[in-house]
Structure formats: C-alpha cells, structure tokens
C-alpha cells in the first residue's frame, strides 16, 4: 500500500488548508488512518486519527476545535480540514495507515512496524 499526502501549500494567519491522504494498492477503507505532522527541529507529533470501524475521532489538544478528520468514501481519501491556521501550525503533514490502534498510529515512528506511510506535504503559515 502506498500513501499519497496532497493539499499542502502557503497560507495566512487564520486561513484553512484541506489536505488529502489517498493509497494505492488497497483502499483506505481498510484501516486507521492518523495525520501526524513535524515542524523544523521538533519531533513528529500525531494530530489526528479516524477510525472508521468504530466511527471515532481523534485530535490532539494543539489542533482540538480546529481541524477536522473525515473519509471521503467517493473519493477514497482519509482528509484533513484545518482551519484557523496559526504560525505554530507549519510542518510537514504525514498520513499513516495500519490496522493497528489509533493510539498506535499517532505514535508511530519510522520504525514502528506494519504502518504505511505518505511522503509527507508541507503547510506553511504567514504571520
């Protein structure tokens, strides 16, 4: 399964981006899916995770309120809308998918095994 992450780009203080995960080899629809993003010199952080076995939803606290997780089951995409993009908000934004759990998923590195990662899109937000 490959993962493909789109949607990044440049935008200002309070704008929205949609960023999109799509696979190929399989269809997202078969796992997990978390979006986990890494700002310069900082360690890789989970934000956000789906579910759709269970129809849960997770978010951390840095992006609780203003990001939202959802499938696009048309288009098979796992996406991410953010809105109120904040400068603190610039990184490059991963997809992941397992069938591990979410908790998993959110924590997951390199090396953690039997994940499937996007290459990663960068958001960048203008103060």
């Known amino acids: 399964v490959q993962l493909q992450a789109s949607g990044g780009g440049l935008v200002q203080t309070g704008g929205s981006l949609t960023l999109s995960c799509a696979a190929s080899g399989s269809s997202l629809g078969y796992y997990k899916v978390a979006w986990l993003r890494q700002a310069p010199g900082k360690e890789r952080e989970g934000i956000s995770c789906?579910?759709?076995?269970?129809?849960?939803?997770y978010y951390g606290d840095s992006v609780k309120g203003r990001f939202t997780i959802f499938s696009d089951i048309a288009k098979d995409t796992v996406d991410l809308l953010m809105n109120g993009l904040q400068p603190e908000d610039t990184a490059i934004y991963f997809c992941?998918?397992?069938?591990?759990?979410?908790?998993?998923?959110?924590?997951?590195?390199?090396?953690?095994?039997?994940?499937?990662w996007g290459q990663g899109t960068l958001v960048t937000v203008s103060s």
């Open positions: 992941a998918a397992g069938s591990v759990p979410c908790t998993t998923l959110l924590a997951a590195t390199d090396q953690t095994p039997n994940i499937y």
């Open positions: 789906i579910d759709s076995f269970a129809n849960s939803h």
